[in-house]
């Protein structure tokens, strides 16, 4: 609900479980293959041996994500001779929705595999293992989706703080509801730049910002630790950006005479291979989101708390700003993301947003419980019905949520 993009920048974040899920039937085999199957036609059959496993970072195909889990979980226990699995995958979490269908199937590929090797882990471990084990396919992402995905519980938000992880219960105010509506465009972090150039700007911002004020930026990797080191607000680190960064885009010269580095040095030691190419970088407009954003969760978390009459309006009005930052400084937003959010908006939702990793996917939306469905049918009626494509979508792409629980196991005696 609030925390967007910040979490792989150290901050805390506010979400909440759907109650969309995916299914894994799990038949320990005595041969060393992972035997992998899924219930949609669109996503063919795989075998693999079950001690040789490759990912393939370049296509981000459907079984590579149950590799991540089971690698990770293998990796973990230093593990050699590995038990085979025949696992028939399911789910209703719609693909590329920005709703994490690739994490919930690297978690319960872990889950399963702890399961069938008879290995016990606790919740905030084995998040911490899935959110490790998503970049063997090349997403820097900050672990939000894995811990959501162990710690969630029905009936409540979470707040999830990182190192070390902990999750804090977060009571949702009566009287609304949360609606999911997916824009129907498709959007693939494992296959875009997009994602993965974000969380180098966020690097570069924090690198250039500890420079200025004096610290030891080349050990600094993320926008939280200069608050921590400095030991001041949000507040003031929105203050810190606007001194210390202009808006016009930075290229890799001016960030090597910023950092005093050789470009050589910038490629090597600070880009990811996949953003050594890009030329140009965007630091104060990252930095300014992902500082105003982490106030954001804390304002969100504090109104849930007092639960003033006014909630409602006050977390809408916290979503609302939570997406032009989205759109305008971090730019992760699309115009069809845009148009649901004014077509929510209009139709009585207190406050709309982009959910997930933008550029396409869903919007998620506070709605008082009074004008539900009239906003559902007005919303299917102004997005939906308009555009052949997405009203084939439409069963799986509106719908009213409540907070879910996490991963479960069930055993057959």
Request: charged residues 20%.
């Given at each position: 609900?609030?925390?967007?993009?910040?979490?792989y920048c150290?901050?805390?974040v506010?979400?909440?479980a759907v109650?969309?899920?995916?299914?894994?039937?799990?038949?320990?085999?005595?041969?060393?293959?992972l035997q992998?199957?899924?219930?949609?036609p669109?996503y063919?059959d795989?075998s693999t041996?079950?001690?040789?496993i490759?990912?393939d970072?370049t296509k981000?195909l459907?079984?590579?994500y149950?590799l991540?889990?089971?690698?990770?979980i293998q990796?973990?226990f230093?593990l050699?001779?590995?038990?085979g699995m025949?696992?028939?995958v399911?789910?209703?979490?719609p693909p590329g929705s920005?709703l994490?269908?690739?994490?919930?199937?690297?978690?319960?590929?872990?889950?399963?595999t702890?399961t069938v090797l008879?290995?016990?882990?606790?919740?905030?471990?084995?998040?911490?293992i899935c959110a490790?084990?998503?970049?063997?396919i090349?997403?820097?992402?900050?672990?939000?989706d894995?811990?959501?995905?162990f710690?969630a519980?029905?009936?409540t938000?979470k707040?999830?703080?990182?190192?070390?992880?902990?999750a804090?219960?977060?009571?949702?105010?009566?009287g609304?509801?949360?609606?999911?509506a997916?824009?129907?465009v498709?959007?693939?972090?494992?296959?875009?730049?997009?994602f993965n150039?974000?969380?180098?700007?966020?690097?570069?911002?924090?690198?250039?910002?500890?420079?200025?004020?004096?610290?030891?930026w080349?050990k600094?990797?993320?926008?939280?630790?200069?608050?921590t080191k400095?030991?001041?607000s949000l507040?003031?680190?929105?203050?810190?950006?606007e001194?210390?960064?202009h808006?016009e885009?930075?290229s890799?010269?001016?960030?090597?005479?910023c950092?005093?580095?050789?470009?050589e040095?910038l490629?090597?030691?600070?880009?990811?291979?996949?953003t050594?190419?890009?030329?140009?970088f965007?630091?104060?407009?990252?930095?300014?989101?992902?500082y105003?954003?982490?106030?954001r969760?804390?304002?969100f978390?504090?109104?849930c708390?007092e639960?003033?009459d006014n909630?409602v309006?006050?977390?809408?009005e916290?979503?609302?700003q939570?997406h032009r930052s989205?759109?305008?400084?971090?730019?992760?937003?699309c115009?069809?993301l845009?148009q649901?959010?004014?077509i929510c908006?209009?139709?009585?939702?207190?406050?709309?947003?982009?959910?997930?990793?933008g550029?396409?996917g869903?919007?998620?939306?506070?709605?008082?419980t009074?004008?539900?469905s009239s906003?559902?049918?007005?919303?299917?009626?102004?997005y939906?019905?308009?555009?052949?494509s997405?009203?084939?979508l439409?069963?799986h792409?509106?719908?009213?949520?409540k907070?879910?629980?996490?991963?479960l196991?069930?055993l057959?005696a």
């Open positions: 609900m609030t925390g967007e993009h910040i979490d150290g901050y805390s506010l979400p909440m109650e969309q899920d995916m299914l894994i039937a799990v038949e320990p085999v005595k041969t060393h293959t992998l199957a899924n219930t949609n669109l063919p795989f041996s079950a001690n040789n490759y990912i970072k981000p459907w079984h590579n149950f991540c889990g089971f690698k990770g990796e973990h230093g050699s001779k590995l038990t025949n696992c028939l399911d789910g209703n979490i920005g994490s269908s690739s994490s919930a199937l690297v978690c319960c590929a872990g889950l399963v702890l008879g290995m016990s882990l606790s919740k905030v471990e084995l998040a911490e490790k084990s998503e970049r063997y090349g997403t820097e992402g900050g672990g939000m894995q811990s959501i995905s710690l519980e029905e009936g938000a707040l999830i703080e990182f190192s070390p992880l902990r804090t219960d977060v009571k949702l105010p009566s609304a509801v949360f609606v999911i997916n824009s129907c498709e959007m693939n972090k494992a296959a875009t730049s997009h150039v974000r969380v180098m700007e966020c690097r570069l911002a924090a690198k250039v910002l500890a420079k200025h004020k004096g610290l030891q080349d600094v990797l993320r926008l939280e630790e200069v608050q400095l030991g001041v507040e003031e680190m929105l203050l810190v950006t001194d210390a960064l808006a885009p930075y890799r010269e001016e960030i090597c005479r950092l005093g580095i050789s470009l040095e490629r090597t030691q600070i880009l990811s291979p996949n050594q190419d890009e030329l140009t965007k630091l104060y407009q990252r930095a300014k989101h992902v105003s954003e982490a106030a969760v804390l304002q978390k504090q109104v708390e639960a003033p909630a309006q006050l977390l809408g916290l979503m609302n939570s989205c759109r305008d400084m971090y730019e992760c937003s115009p069809e845009d649901l959010v004014d908006r209009k139709f009585g939702a207190k406050g709309s947003r982009l959910t997930g990793a550029w396409g869903c919007t998620v939306s506070i709605v008082p009074d004008v539900l906003f559902l049918t007005n919303v299917h009626e102004a939906y019905q308009r555009n052949s997405s009203l084939a439409e069963k792409s509106l719908f009213a949520t907070p879910g629980g996490g991963a196991v069930f057959e």
